[in-house]
């Protein structure tokens, strides 16, 4: 397990620089800026077979992370929600699934993974964080070098993290009223 930890946090800091370069961000900008890699986790997720009381393993949701890492067995089951559709995500043989999180502040994917019928599913989810005690906020780069406004209000990623875990525990009976980037919106 420490083997496949250390690995993925090389993969996400991989991932991290391509994101930087994408985005043309300066060499090590988001190195220096999320330079503690003791937030990091990695989940082992073991999925039972679909009995006829439900086929959902985990329900509708986004990360909480900045970039999650997925390999999954050949079972299948992970699904992504695309204008009001949920599309399958089937395994590719040696490839890793890379998803965003909502500490990106983009367009963290709802996503769920279904129960396979007849068998179980296994896989591990690494989640490439940030440190909780940093500051969530758009860098200057995509604000006000470009004069556009945040539409998210800047938050302490500690505190999001309590807001997720209150709102898992006692899960609220609106959709609307469930915790997510949207309780940080700035609306004009
Ligand atoms: O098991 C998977 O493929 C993904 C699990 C997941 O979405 C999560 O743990 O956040
Ligand atoms: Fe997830």
């Not at 985990?58 to 599309?87: F, P, Y």
């Not at 089937?90 to 396979?116: M, T, Y």
């Amino acid at each position: 397990m420490e083997e496949i930890f250390s690995q993925f946090s090389r993969i996400g800091l991989i991932v991290e620089s391509i994101i930087a370069e994408c985005l043309g961000l300066p060499p090590n900008l988001l190195q220096e800026h999320n330079n503690d890699r003791s937030w990091d986790n990695l989940a082992a997720l073991y999925y039972l077979p679909a009995t006829d009381k439900g086929t959902i393993g985990v329900s509708a949701h986004k990360d909480i992370s900045c970039i999650t890492l997925v390999l999954q067995d050949q079972v299948g089951g992970l699904e992504v929600e695309k204008d009001g559709d949920w599309i399958p995500l089937p395994p590719l043989e040696g490839a890793l699934l890379v998803n965003i999180g909502d500490v990106i502040q983009f367009k963290s994917p709802s996503h769920r993974v279904l129960r396979p019928e007849g068998r179980s599913r296994n896989s591990v989810a690494f989640f490439f964080n940030i440190s909780a005690d940093k500051w969530i906020e758009p860098l200057p780069e995509f604000t006000k070098k470009i004069e556009e406004q945040p539409r998210y209000r800047k938050f302490l990623y500690k505190e999001y993290l309590q807001l997720r875990k209150e709102n898992k525990m006692n899960p609220p009976s609106r959709v609307e009223d469930e915790i997510n980037l949207k309780h940080y919106a700035i609306t004009t």
